[in-house]
Nanobody, 126 residues
Framework: QLQLVESGGGLVQPGGSLRLSCAAS??????IAWFHQAPGKEREAISC????????HYADVVKGRFTISRDNAKNTVYLHMTNLVTEDTVIYYC?????????????????????WGQGTQVTVSS
C-alpha cells in the first residue's frame, strides 16, 4: 500500500554534506526510519521519526552529524547528513512502520517495518 521513493544519494567529498529524501505516498504510518547497510554487514537503523515529528532518535554512529526531519505538506522525511566520512559510504534505505506492535518502542527505532524504499548509494571519497 505505502510507496516510498528515495532520492539524494551520490558522491561527496569527506567533510561534505548530503540530504536524502524519502517521499511517502500517504501519511497513515506510525514512524519512518533511515537504515544503512554496508556489504556483508547487517542493515542498521540510524535514525527514526514519529508521524507527528515530535520524536526523533539517532544511533551513536551518526549522532551530532545527521538530522532527521519531515515536511508534512510534502509527506517527505529527510536525512540531512553533514561531516561525512568514508565510513558513511553505504546504501541508505528508508522504511515505514505502520503501527506499533506489542512491546515495540520508537525510542530506539525498535519497530517492525512494513515497507521499504529501493535504497540509495552514498559514496564519500576524495
Amino acid at each position: 500500500q505505502l510507496q516510498l521513493v528515495e532520492s539524494g544519494g551520490g558522491l561527496v567529498q569527506p567533510g561534505g554534506s548530503l540530504r536524502l529524501s524519502c517521499a511517502a505516498s500517504e501519511s497513515h504510518y506510525y514512524a519512518i526510519a533511515w537504515f544503512h547497510q554496508a556489504p556483508g554487514k547487517e542493515r542498521e537503523a540510524i535514525s527514526c521519526i514519529g508521524s507527528s515529528g515530535r520524536h526523533t532518535h539517532y544511533a551513536d554512529v551518526v549522532k551530532g552529524r545527521f538530522t532527521i526531519s519531515r515536511d508534512n505538506a510534502k509527506n517527505t522525511v529527510y536525512l540531512h547528513m553533514t561531516n561525512l566520512v568514508t565510513e558513511d559510504t553505504v546504501i541508505y534505505y528508508c522504511a515505514a512502520a505502520m503501527y506499533v506492535r506489542g512491546k515495540e518502542s520508537i525510542l530506539e527505532c525498535g519497530l517492525e517495518y512494513d515497507y521499504w524504499g529501493q535504497g540509495t548509494q552514498v559514496t564519500v571519497s576524495s
